[in-house]
């Protein structure tokens, strides 16, 4: 029975092609973003409908006679009553049938491998050697240890051996200002004298070397990568250019524009196309094309973008070009065109288009925003870090020590307790000597 007439029963038979996400296998189940679109335009219209697949496996074109091949063609020759599928709303196409408002917005666009596109400079690319958490890492181990040295040089007697009578000249920016000196594999004074500061002091060194010698052998690594790159943004640089070869699906909507445009630097991809014969067969051979190498392939940003999200090793150019919308085609005259075009505008407004396609174009790839692929991470170097932090532990503990050490001589001199002694001792050294003074002052003025 011809499709057309199953219409008025409200039946509709749908014709698909085998494209990923659009329409793919699961099992014996077929599933994907044309597959759930076309059972909601069902839901809310209520009709039930069959689906098939396309027998020659193109989406629609014309041969040299004029007649239309691939799904196009079965919905003209009534084989069929819709074709569901990612189908370019082209003036040729509306013509031979009938088709929806677009259900997904699309331009034309090209990509190619990581090692020969070339992304866009940045300002702050010297901070890319270092991932973020690894910056604020170094952050807080600076700020840590300038606080532990200004610690340690208040407690330690070898750097402070009377408060009331010595001016300590190691003050938290002194602290601070020794540490970055290091950062900078040059010597800054004053310098701790103490055993305690002089192991704090060891370990930051160490620390600032390490981390130094990691940071100029990533960012030199970082600078041979980008020299490799061959700078190509966008269509323009893609035509001048003789290293990489680049094609599309011969045959379809985006070859067709490339061959019928007037612009010359389209009409030169155009020829370079044809005289190398570089186009492909299909998309899926276009992307393993692209994976291998020193190839561009050229195609529709929704396809472009699934690959992208897919294989981890490819980008997309930045530029688009000759936006098109993605329809549902039926034979002239279909009666529920008009239903379906308004079933599209109300998916698109309740926003159910966008789920669908966030669903299926999900990305596996890890996010790399702001930072360089080969970012150092903070857990590489956690070894460091580590050191760093006993380093900090053992000075303070050795600080403490010779302060209680102190403090235990004069308990037995002036037959005090060693803990008063003590607490007397930093009580004077963390902010109690102005106080102390001053009561020192009261009691001369009376005598």
Known sequence: MNCNSQIIEIVACCIYIFQEPYTMTQGSELEGYCIDLLAEIAKRLDFKYTVHLVKDGKYGQQDESGNWLGMIGEVVRGEASLAVASLTLTATREQGVEMSTPFMQTGIGFILSRDLGSEESHSLSFLFPFSTEMWVGILLAFLVT???IYLVSRISPCEWADPETDEHSFTLLHSFWYITGALTLQGAGPHPKGLSGRVISAVWWVFAVVLLACYFSNFNAMLRSDSKHVSVNNFEELAKQDVIDYGTVEGGSTFNFFKNSKNPTYRRIYQHMERKKSCVASVEEGNRRTQEGNYAFIGEAASLDLAVARYCNLIRSSELIAMRGYSIAAPLGFPMMKNITVAILQLSE???????????????????????????????????????????????????????SKARSQAKDQKKSCCSVLLAELSQRFGSRGANAGTETSEKSKA
């Open 146 to 148: 300038g606080l532990c």
């Open 350 to 404: 309740s926003g159910e288009l966008a789920f669908l396609q966030s669903k299926w174009w999900a990305s596996s790839c890890l996010p790399e925003w702001g930072q360089a692929p080969h970012a150092l991470q903070p857990h590489l170097l956690r070894g460091l870090f580590l050191l760093l932090a006993l380093g900090l532990g053992l000075g303070l503990l050795m600080a403490i020590l010779e302060l209680a």
